[in-house]
């Protein structure tokens, strides 16, 4: 079956701009996942989906950044007022279950470049 | 909490060669560890997990690790590099919650 997509594959803004990246995980996945991969670095953990609601949004660096799951399939990752710091790799995963045990699948990744 | 360290950043090989890739975790709590493998443009895809059965995981692509409590490791190995092996490849740890840690990662190079 088809595996998690996300949209755009690049993103490039301008700083203090706000943008949406999206995430469609497997279908029937109830946890959904939200990393961040700066070069160079492995994956950074921001925050955890169960069904609708935010399990766990520890790993959010600041409150421009907030991250939706209204009907508990597709999310949306949205950062407000860009920095540059913010340009990474956003990688977003889903698994049938929480995670731990279960193996997360990994989408493609969205490029965000802030200018 | 939980971290892991891949000793490393660059790892190259001869073709046909033994690949070892180390990866050090620590963990307050008995861990589960992965190892996931990131082709360019590509998603992570997972290679093996140890969940506290046995301590010799085999994974896919001819992969295996070893779980060493005694020396806080789960290093990768391959008995013979292909080129197709050529790829970064990321250690990750978690406590069986959803807070999963990733190391920095290692690039392996295959030589022809």
């Known amino acids: 079956g088809a595996g998690v997509s996300q949209t755009p594959s690049n993103k490039v803004t301008e700083k203090g701009k706000y943008v949406e990246l999206r995430c469609d995980p497997i279908?029937?996945?109830?946890?959904l996942y939200w990393y961040r991969q700066s070069l160079g670095q492995g994956p950074e953990f921001l925050i955890y989906f169960q069904g609708t609601g935010a399990a766990d949004d520890s790993g959010l660096p600041n409150d421009r950044f907030f991250a939706v799951r209204p009907e508990g399939s597709v999310s949306t990752l949205k950062i407000q007022r860009t920095e540059r710091g913010d340009s990474a790799v956003y990688l977003c995963?889903?698994?049938?279950?929480?995670?731990?045990?279960?193996?997360?699948?990994f989408g493609p990744g969205t490029r965000l470049l802030v200018l | 909490a939980q971290s892991v360290t891949q000793l490393g950043s660059h790892v190259s090989v001869s073709e046909g060669a033994l690949v070892l890739l180390r990866c050090n975790y620590s963990s307050s709590v008995p861990p589960y560890l992965f190892w996931y493998v990131q082709y360019p443009n590509q998603g992570l895809q997972l290679l093996l997990k140890?969940?506290?059965?046995?301590?010799l995981v085999k994974g896919i692509n001819g992969f295996e690790a070893e779980f060493k409590k005694s020396e806080t490791s789960f290093h990768l190995t391959k008995p013979s590099a292909h080129m197709s092996d050529a790829a970064e490849y990321f250690c990750a740890v978690s406590a069986g919650n959803n807070d999963m840690r990733f190391g920095a990662g290692t690039r392996l190079t295959v030589k022809p």
């Open positions: 279908s029937g996945h109830t946890a």
């Open positions: 140890y969940t506290s059965a046995a301590t």
């Open positions: 995963a889903s698994s049938p279950e929480r995670g731990g045990l279960e193996t997360q699948y």
